[in-house]
């Protein structure tokens, strides 16, 4: 089973630099919607964060009518790491873990299925 996965500065600043110069094509809601999460309220946040990123790690980036695009590299690269709040990262990754208590697994669940469209599939180990 796949499970959620967030990416450390150092993986990230790698995935940069392999793709700093492809074509900002997805805006943050667009690769929410393709891969089932439901994002809306913390939509505002995480592009902010995104565009921080954007100045200190250098990569490419448009503004457009229908908002900011990044690359499909990028996205994937730091999505479920800037659409989370640090709290509910914690609370996924020890519901994620090997002696992850029943308590444990069921709140990581509850936070995931706030975040997506379907019910997760993701923690099932």
């Given at each position: 089973?796949?499970?959620?996965e967030?990416?450390?500065?150092?993986a990230?600043?790698?995935?940069v630099?392999?793709?700093?110069?492809?074509?900002p094509?997805?805006t943050?809601?667009?690769?929410?919607?393709?891969?089932?999460?439901?994002?809306?309220?913390?939509l505002?946040?995480?592009?902010k964060?995104?565009?921080?990123?954007?100045?200190?790690?250098?990569?490419?980036?448009?503004?457009?009518?229908?908002?900011?695009?990044?690359?499909?590299?990028?996205?994937?690269?730091?999505?479920?790491?800037?659409?989370?709040?640090?709290?509910?990262?914690?609370?996924?990754?020890?519901?994620?873990s090997?002696?992850?208590?029943?308590?444990?697994?069921?709140?990581?669940?509850?936070?995931?299925?706030?975040?997506?469209?379907?019910?997760?599939?993701?923690?099932?180990?």
């Amino acid at each position: 089973m796949k499970k959620i996965e967030f990416i450390t500065w150092e993986a990230f600043g790698a995935v940069v630099e392999k793709h700093k110069e492809d074509q900002p094509l997805l805006t943050m809601k667009d690769y929410a919607l393709i891969n089932g999460f439901d994002v809306k309220n913390r939509l505002g946040s995480a592009v902010k964060e995104l565009l921080t990123l954007a100045k200190l790690y250098e990569f490419e980036y448009s503004q457009t009518s229908s908002g900011y695009r990044f690359s499909n590299a990028i996205l994937e690269a730091i999505f479920t790491t800037v659409i989370v709040s640090a709290h509910e990262r914690d609370v996924i990754l020890r519901g994620m873990s090997e002696f992850a208590t029943v308590d444990e697994e069921v709140a990581a669940l509850k936070v995931m299925s706030e975040l997506m469209i379907e019910p997760p599939k993701y923690l099932s180990k």
